[in-house]
């Protein structure tokens, strides 16, 4: 089944950051600490761990079955198992759910790098919040410039991605996600040390059981969904570059391991600072643009660190963006038989212009509404909360369901070669075919209503 002439990750150690690295992005560092800070700090940890363990694993292990078993693109691997069929729907949903996180997904991108260079210039840190506030609001509302961030951060992604899997995807992880475990940490070190940093850290230890809510379950659901790229196609399409002997139980466990521990560690890095600034939790998605840089205004080294976090904030959205524009671009060379070069064009042109409409939306087009949102709002909700439910739900049951169990063990045990225990495998599959579906519709079924 192998391709010879089909790139590939070249040793385990490159699959394991390209796969942390699609999974550890803005979702880790720029969402888990506001969504921890919304929901009751350590009882929404729990549950998030809950979940990632019971339920997101077992989807991953799925979507690297598809994967490798067909090694072929999100929608070619659904078409070699079951052609002309509804299930090639979960082909469909990965290419448009990419282009639609990438739309906003990269906007975000560029206003971390615009907030890289606001860094470095004296009078941009202050501990006046509402300068602050107006700082973000002028910048991400004005016409040009973020737009022309938001193509400068999509050009760094589509240079790495054009490079290919082994001399680019590969190649750039292995450099860039130490790198940005090494920053996250020293990040980390440096906000425990702070005066008054120890109630951030009991917020993030001592679980409140009683804020748990129906609403802060599904809040931990779909954040594991987003944070581990699942349901879209991400996961199938790296899995098909995975080496056949390669141990997938092994790659799932290791990139929801790191996954979580950057999650982790990116809230011990935001919340002790938070608390000993005595500044609220609960501040939602403007905690890391406009929050931050006032805690980071009151520190010695203060632009020294504010230029590191967005450094970092760069780099993780970077090493997912790449997933997401790999998942398109396979599509268009292994279907369209576009060669890659010419993909990755077509590719930064469809994203470049929605990209455009959605960082547009937050200030001249923000009169200009679907289904009453916003262009940015509307890719953010399609992608969040109906194409990734939705592709998650079909990935589980056509795994469960369509394809032959047999198959699923071969892939689970390399041929054969690894050991896997029968009432494991089991387990494993009544999970696949019953629990997770059930647990995805009601996600599903909240966000709609
Ligand atoms: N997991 C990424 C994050 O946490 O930022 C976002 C993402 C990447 C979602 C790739 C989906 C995906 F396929």
Not at 106 to 113: F, M
Not at 179 to 208: H, K, Q, W
Not at 379 to 390: E, H, I, K, R
Not at 418 to 425: D, G, T, V, W
Request: overall charge positive; hydrophobic content about 55%.
């Amino acid at each position: 089944m192998a391709n010879i002439e089909r790139d590939g990750f070249g040793s385990r150690f490159g699959v394991l950051v390209a796969v942390a690295g699609s999974a550890v992005g803005l979702g880790n560092l720029w969402r888990f600490p506001y969504m921890v800070g919304n929901n009751g700090g350590a009882a929404f940890i729990i549950l998030y761990l809950f979940f990632v363990i019971l339920l997101c694993l077992p989807i991953m292990f799925s979507e690297f079955v598809i994967g490798r078993r067909t090694q072929s693109n999100a929608f070619g691997a659904i078409k070699k198992i079951a052609p002309k069929s509804g299930w090639l729907s979960i082909g469909v949903i990965s290419v448009v759910a990419s282009i639609c996180i990438m739309s906003f997904y990269s906007v975000v991108g560029g206003w971390t790098l615009e907030y890289i260079f606001k860094s470095f210039s004296p009078d941009f840190l202050t501990s006046d919040s509402t300068s602050l506030a107006n700082q973000f609001s002028g910048f991400s509302q004005s016409s040009f410039m973020p737009v022309a961030m938001h193509l400068l951060f999509l050009t760094l992604s589509a240079l790495i991605v054009v490079a290919g899997v082994k001399n680019g995807i590969e190649k750039y992880s292995k450099i860039l996600m130490p790198m940005l475990f090494i920053l996250v940490l020293l990040l980390a070190i440096r906000s425990l040390t702070l005066d008054g940093a120890g109630e951030g850290v009991r917020f993030l230890l001592y679980p409140d059981f009683s804020k748990i809510t129906g609403e802060t379950m599904l809040a931990a659901l779909g954040q594991a969904f987003f944070s581990l790229s699942l349901g879209m196609g991400c996961i199938i399409t790296y899995g098909s570059y995975v080496n056949r002997k390669e141990n997938l139980f092994k790659i799932s466990f290791m990139s929801a391991f790191a996954d979580t521990g950057f999650a982790i560690l990116a809230g011990l890095a935001v919340m002790p600072a938070v608390f000993a600034f005595g500044i609220s939790p609960g501040q939602g998605p403007s905690l890391v643009f406009i929050t931050l840089p006032q805690i980071f205004a009151q520190m010695p080294f203060g632009s020294i660190i504010s230029i590191a976090f967005f450094f970092i904030l760069l780099i993780a959205a970077i090493t997912s963006a790449i997933s997401l524009l790999e998942v398109v671009v396979a599509y268009f060379t292994e279907e369209l038989k576009m060669t890659r070069k010419v993909a990755v064009v077509v590719t930064f042109i469809i994203i470049g212009l929605f990209g455009t409409f959605s960082s547009l939306s937050q200030g001249p087009l923000s009169d200009v509404k679907i289904f009453g949102k916003t262009f940015f709002d509307l890719f953010d909700y399609a992608s969040s909360n109906v194409l990734l439910p939705v592709g998650g739900l079909l990935v589980v049951l056509f795994v469960g369901w369509r394809m032959k169990r047999a198959d699923v063990l071969d892939e689970l045990t390399s041929g054969g070669t690894i050991a896997l225990r029968k009432s494991l495998f089991s387990g494993i599959m009544l999970v696949i075919k019953f629990l997770a579906p059930i647990a995805i519709s009601i996600v599903l079924l909240n966000s709609i209503f």
